[in-house]
């Protein structure tokens, strides 16, 4: 049975989301480039035991993201041919959608300070880890880990291509 490469890249992204998550909460975003597996080994060979040979990717970490925002140091980013595609980790609050029907919009830089401590503030807030990761084909694929509360014993594990269109939308605008 073939694979096809969205699963590959859920799968890929999945790897990610558990790589970071290994670090615990309270990380920067991080990203990653996806390059070729047969590739990587045959230029670095002292790597082939550390990845998946079988794996047609492997995700690379990269140096930290400048501080500021995240837009910002995305939109300077252009990757080489040699890269498939891309990841970022980051860290985020999602609230209820009801809570989110009352936030300001966020077009200007004070309507997102004031986005972002309303939903620091929220009651009902949940902290997350969302990873989105792309394809030059312009396949997509997320995974958000909602970190569990003080009742509950486990995270909350979601994935669907489409959780943060405008997130993959500026990853792959880093392809191109």
Known sequence: MSV????????????????VSSAGWNQPP??????PTAELVEREPELADQVDQGAPLTPVAQDA????DLADAL????????????????E??????????????GDTTAESDAMR?????????????????????????????????PDQDDDDIVEHPELAPNLTDALLTTLR
Do not use: K, N
Request: net charge negative.
């Open 75 to 90: 939109a300077g980013i252009m990757w080489p041919e040699a890269v498939h595609g891309c990841a970022l980790a980051q």
């Open 30 to 35: 991080q990203l990653f480039a996806l390059v």
């Open 117 to 149: 401590r309303i939903a620091a503030e929220h009651p009902r807030r949940r902290e997350a880890r969302l990873v989105a990761a792309v394809l030059r084909d312009g396949t997509t694929a997320c995974v958000l880990r909602l970190r569990g509360g």
């Open 65 to 68: 993201l400048p501080d500021g």
């Open 4 to 19: 096809s490469p969205t699963q590959h890249l859920s799968a890929l992204t999945r790897e990610v989301e558990e790589f």
């Open 92 to 105: 985020i609050v999602v609230l209820p959608p009801e809570a989110e029907a009352t936030l300001p919009t």
